[in-house]
């Protein structure tokens, strides 16, 4: 397959393995002015061969819908890709000896920018204090932010540069302190350094068989700057679509700036990781109960604004107390516009990872979609993880219960949160598959169509992110091993490769087995990327 930068006016794919409810045995797809035109059987295609600009020779490749990222923070996610990435840290010691190789080799940054530490994974479990970043900085402004983008640790000169930045400045920042840091730091970066980040995530997810990224902005996280320019250098420049959802409760600044909802991550609460996610019961390592920073009141004042202006609400909700204040805050606002119309507008909830029976039926009877993560239950759970220590074994086990979601018809959109942790599909589905609490796994085909058709009908669009005719050519080609089927009803265990059952197959993603490769992505017909060498 030849590099291209767009496709021609019509496409057949022959010789391959057509990921598609059409036709469960396909071979071969025709692609025609950016959409899905048919699929079929390899001696069907010999019809369309003398029609078509382009014959495209899969060599038995598999061919999938390509996946949507639905919580994305793009620019922070190619400042990590082009920074000071300190994800793989394996302590405080590694950690400090990165700054010093960073600021050495970036000597003219105003601010150095970097992002990932996580202290819980460190032996000590102690993030690096001012004094040691002053020192490996020389004393320069550094912005680092913890893994989770809920805090950071900062040196004195960035202090300094912020001015007036209120609480305690020793620790870790939360809060209010953290914005104050974080828009210092985030100011020295030029407008060229800013599109030169958004393009470089835009790569990358493009790499990964990404073709649709769910921007998640607002004005305490990036910039109207930030958000304007990136959707406008999407809609320019081929690469993944951008969806942009808008943080913050103004409808109509929403609507200015071109994103689809008021929503993303307009925060109810903050994180675990920083003690700071909303909770009814205290931490088990600290002596409270975290942040809250809507009430249900506001929630529902929002969520009504939004639903009469015909806009998607949406929030950042990851501790019990904080999913209930939007729980209680929806349920206040259908009494108000109706439920029917409440359920229509398909509002959002992020992350949702702390759940109850009642909360998980009131996310389905209020029609909410869950966009979700599946990597953090991959990064952080288990007997040992840090939900574990934030929480206690008994309430860490409890988190991200996916399966108990799909039963009871709440709609799932998996994303990454990157930066929080990389872009990666296929790895956000063998982990929702492989969950480190088994009642909570679900299928591969589930976590695959959650990756999917998931993201965008979390948009309103239910005609989309499945390969039939009529549906946009938004698809990615991979290199895989073995393809297997999985009834229904499996999460794990079971496996058939009977062509009798009728369903598509999907790649095999037990754990220790290499993920699919990608070799090309195709976004509305035109090409976006394709692996060098192929």
């Known amino acids: 397959?030849?590099?291209?930068?767009?496709?021609?006016?019509?496409?057949?794919?022959?010789?391959?393995?057509?990921?598609?409810?059409?036709?469960?045995?396909?071979?071969?797809?025709?692609?025609?002015?950016?959409?899905?035109?048919?699929?079929?059987?390899?001696?069907?295609?010999?019809?369309?061969?003398?029609?078509?600009?382009?014959?495209?020779?899969?060599?038995?490749?598999?061919?999938?819908?390509?996946?949507?990222?639905?919580?994305?923070?793009?620019?922070?996610?190619?400042?990590?890709?082009?920074?000071?990435?300190?994800?793989?840290?394996?302590?405080?010691?590694?950690?400090?000896?990165?700054?010093?190789?960073?600021?050495?080799?970036?000597?003219?940054?105003?601010?150095?920018?970097?992002?990932?530490?996580?202290?819980?994974?460190?032996?000590?479990?102690?993030?690096?204090?001012?004094?040691?970043?002053?020192?490996?900085?020389?004393?320069?402004?550094?912005?680092?932010?913890?893994?989770?983008?809920?805090?950071?640790?900062?040196?004195?000169?960035?202090?300094?540069?912020?001015?007036?930045?209120?609480?305690?400045?020793?620790?870790?920042?939360?809060?209010?302190?953290?914005?104050?840091?974080?828009?210092?730091?985030?100011?020295?970066?030029?407008?060229?350094?800013?599109?030169?980040?958004?393009?470089?995530?835009?790569?990358?997810?493009?790499?990964?068989?990404?073709?649709?990224?769910?921007?998640?902005?607002?004005?305490?996280?990036?910039?109207?700057?930030?958000?304007?320019?990136?959707?406008?250098?999407?809609?320019?420049?081929?690469?993944?679509?951008?969806?942009?959802?808008?943080?913050?409760?103004?409808?109509?600044?929403?609507?200015?700036?071109?994103?689809?909802?008021?929503?993303?991550?307009?925060?109810?609460?903050?994180?675990?990781?920083?003690?700071?996610?909303?909770?009814?019961?205290?931490?088990?390592?600290?002596?409270?109960?975290?942040?809250?920073?809507?009430?249900a009141d506001a929630v529902a004042a929002h969520v009504v604004a939004c639903t009469e202006a015909g806009l998607q609400a949406g929030f950042h909700a990851i501790g019990d107390a904080a999913v209930t204040a939007v729980v209680e805050g929806m349920r206040a606002a259908a009494e108000k516009v109706g439920p029917a119309r409440l359920r229509a507008a398909r509002h959002r909830i992020e992350h949702a990872e702390m759940l109850t029976a009642d909360t998980i039926a009131a996310l389905a009877d209020l029609g909410l979609t869950a966009s979700v993560q599946p990597a953090f239950d991959a990064l952080w759970g288990g007997e040992d993880g840090m939900y574990a220590r934030r929480l206690g074994a008994r309430r860490a086990r409890t988190l991200n219960p996916f399966a108990a979601l799909l039963r009871a018809g709440v709609p799932l959109a998996f994303g990454s949160d990157s930066p929080v942790t990389p872009l990666d599909p296929w790895g956000a589905i063998r982990a929702a598959a492989f969950h480190r609490t088994p009642e909570h796994r679900i299928s591969v085909r589930a976590g695959f169509t959650a990756h999917t058709r998931g993201g965008w009908r979390a948009v309103g669009r239910d005609d989309a992110g499945v390969l039939v005719p009529g549906a946009p050519a938004d698809y990615a080609v991979w290199r895989t091993g073995e393809l297997v089927v999985q009834a229904p009803d499996d999460r794990i265990a079971r496996w058939s490769t009977d062509p009798r059952s009728g369903t598509p197959g999907l790649p095999d993603l037990t754990p220790g087995r290499d993920l699919p490769v990608c070799l090309r992505t195709v976004v509305g017909g035109r090409t976006v990327y394709v692996r060098p060498g192929e």
Do not use: N
């Not at 030849?2 to 021609?8: D, I, L, M, N, V």
């Not at 019809?47 to 600009?53: I, K, N, Q, T, Y």
């Not at 930030?226 to 993944?240: I, K, N, S, V």
């Open 1 to 295: 397959m030849s590099e291209r930068t767009a496709e021609p006016h019509t496409v057949l794919l022959r010789r391959g393995e057509i990921h598609s409810p059409a036709d469960p045995f396909a071979t071969a797809m025709v692609v025609e002015r950016g959409h899905v035109a048919w699929v079929g059987s390899e001696g069907a295609a010999d019809a369309f061969a003398d029609g078509v600009d382009e014959v495209v020779d899969l060599d038995g490749a598999l061919v999938t819908p390509a996946f949507t990222d639905a919580h994305v923070h793009t620019t922070a996610t190619g400042l990590a890709l082009t920074g000071l990435d300190l994800s793989g840290a394996a302590s405080l010691e590694d950690a400090l000896a990165r700054v010093r190789e960073f600021a050495a080799a970036r000597p003219h940054d105003r601010v150095l920018l970097g992002h990932g530490w996580d202290a819980s994974r460190w032996p000590g479990g102690r993030p690096p204090t001012r004094a040691e970043l002053d020192e490996a900085t020389g004393g320069r402004p550094l912005y680092l932010s913890r893994i989770d983008v809920h805090s950071a640790v900062v040196t004195t000169a960035l202090l300094d540069l912020a001015g007036h930045v209120p609480g305690p400045v020793d620790g870790p920042l939360t809060g209010d302190a953290h914005h104050a840091v974080r828009a210092a730091a985030l100011a020295s970066v030029s407008p060229a350094q800013r599109t030169e980040a958004q393009r470089a995530a835009l790569a990358h997810a493009a790499s990964l068989g990404i073709g649709t990224l769910h921007e998640c902005g607002g004005p305490e996280i990036s910039s109207e700057d930030d958000f304007t320019g990136l959707l406008r250098l999407a809609a320019e420049e081929p690469g993944p679509r951008v969806v942009g959802y808008w943080a913050e409760r103004d409808v109509h600044k929403a609507r200015e700036l071109g994103a689809l909802g008021a929503a993303g991550d307009l925060f109810v609460d903050g994180a675990l990781g920083s003690h700071t996610a909303c909770l009814h019961e205290p931490y088990a390592d600290a002596g409270h109960t975290g942040t809250a920073h809507l009430d």
